[in-house]
Structures are given as structure tokens and as C-alpha cells.
């Protein structure tokens, strides 16, 4: 017999930690459908455009990084709301929303995804926030100029754009991971003495931070560091379900 959404939102509840994390998001089940799941689809964002394609490929339910329910973001449901909300109903899609959970899991986080591309070894939790550390630090097997490590990030990120700050050393060897918009992250990598510091967002605190520091920062844009996470979970709960699973990706360039 196939699962429900309930079925499927424990499974990603105890897996993920979700009960584990403060956070801004309403992390868990946001939305739900009614009758079975035979099919999942996987994405960075809830949106109108991310409704349609995992309607499209035939979806039930839908698990995302970025959810809808933020604080009291649903406290009305008009306007946008009415319409996100009645684009999920009216396709019979359930959302489930991961939010710093899928930053910080150990394996299938997205900042841990990022820190396996890149290749880092001995890996350690970095950069606390909301009393949890959310990134990964650690170490290349051998140090690489800055070009070079750019030019590793571009190739395993695929990014649309690439930030660079180049206020450390020359050669990187220690890297702090933490994806999406964490620009705060310059100053938790220049007080652990990390090389450099990757991240998704760039803005004028961390130009700032990065530049007064002495500290390398390198942005690869806040959904290229976060399709990581939800990549890995679709294929987690292919295997842990046996339910395919879809990743939608619109390859954004912010």
C-alpha cells in the first residue's frame, strides 16, 4: 500500500531533526493531501512555477528548503498567499519544508553536500546559529590558489555567478561552508583562522567583515549552495520509500 504525506513527513521528521531546530521557518508538514503518495518531487523554493512542474511530473507531494509558513506569514491567507496556497490544494500536492534541518544535516545538508563536491576532509560542524551549528569546515587535500578553488566551485556547484573577496592568503587549504544568505559567516571563518569562506549571498556586511578581517569569501549565489540539500534528500527518499522521485531545478542565477 502506498504511503501518505503523514507517513512521509515522520520519516523526514526523525531523519532531519526537525523538532531539534529554532528556526523562522515552520519546518515539517505545511500542506496536506488527501489520498495516497506514488510519486515525490524535490526543490529549493515553494512557488507558483515549482507547483506547476511537480504537478507536471505527476507529483503528490512536495519537499522543499524554502517553504511558504514563515512565523506568522499564513496568519492571512489573501493576496499571494490565497494563490500559493490554493495552487497546492487545487493540484491535491502536499509541501513539506526543511529549512535549517537541510542546512545542518550531517550527510544530506546542503552545506555538507557542498563540503563533499568540494572535496574537504576532516570535516567539522561551523558557524552556530539560533544555538545550533548549521555549517561544515574543513580541509582540502592539498592547498589550491584562489583561482583554482573558484575554479573547482564552478565546476561543482555550477553556479551562475561567482562573488569573490580576496583579503586572505593566496593558497586555501581550511574552508567554512554555509550556504544560502549567512554573509555573517565571514567573521565566524576569520575567528577560527579558516582560509576562506563560501557561501551563497554577498552583501556590504560581509564586504565589510571580509575586507577589515583580512578574510578570503567566495558567493556562489543562495540557490546554486542550496539545491545541494534537496538534490540528496530525493534521492534518500527514493531509496528509503521506493517512490520516485523528481528533482525540479530552474537553475537560478540569485
Not at 159 to 165: D, G, M, S, V
Not at 182 to 195: I, K
Request: charged share 20%; aromatic share 6%; proline share 6%.
Amino acid at each position: 500500500m502506498e504511503p501518505d504525506c503523514r507517513l512521509i513527513a515522520r520519516l523526514l521528521d526523525e531523519e532531519l531533526r526537525t523538532a531539534a531546530f529554532r528556526d523562522r521557518s515552520n519546518n515539517g508538514l505545511q500542506i496536506e493531501n488527501d489520498g495516497p503518495v506514488t510519486r515525490l518531487a524535490v526543490a529549493v523554493d515553494a512557488s507558483l512555477e515549482t507547483f506547476d512542474a511537480a504537478a507536471r511530473a505527476g507529483a503528490q507531494m512536495l519537499i522543499v528548503h524554502h517553504g511558504l509558513s514563515w512565523g506568522d506569514s499564513l496568519a492571512r491567507i489573501d493576496g499571494l498567499n490565497r494563490r500559493l496556497v490554493a495552487a497546492a490544494l487545487s493540484r491535491n500536492l502536499a509541501l513539506y519544508a526543511s529549512h535549517l534541518p537541510l542546512d545542518a544535516h550531517p550527510t544530506l545538508g546542503n552545506n555538507a553536500q557542498i563540503a563533499a563536491l568540494i572535496g574537504l576532509t576532516r570535516t567539522r560542524p561551523f558557524m552556530e546559529y539560533h544555538g545550533q551549528r548549521i555549517g561544515v569546515a574543513g580541509l582540502l587535500p592539498m592547498p589550491l590558489p584562489r583561482d583554482a578553488f573558484a575554479e573547482l566551485v564552478r565546476e561543482t556547484l555550477r553556479p551562475r555567478r561567482l562573488e569573490r573577496f580576496d583579503y586572505g592568503p593566496a593558497l586555501i587549504r581550511s574552508v567554512g561552508v554555509c550556504s544560502g544568505g549567512a554573509p555573517e559567516g565571514v567573521d565566524a571563518a576569520a575567528r577560527e583562522g579558516l582560509d576562506l569562506y563560501l557561501c551563497g549571498e554577498a552583501n556590504l556586511q560581509a564586504y565589510n567583515l571580509a575586507k577589515q578581517w583580512g578574510q578570503n569569501a567566495l558567493f556562489a549565489g543562495h540557490y546554486a549552495t542550496e539545491r545541494t540539500g534537496p538534490r540528496a534528500l530525493g534521492l534518500w527518499l527514493a531509496e528509503r520509500t521506493g517512490l520516485p522521485c523528481d528533482l525540479i531545478d530552474f537553475d537560478l542565477p540569485y
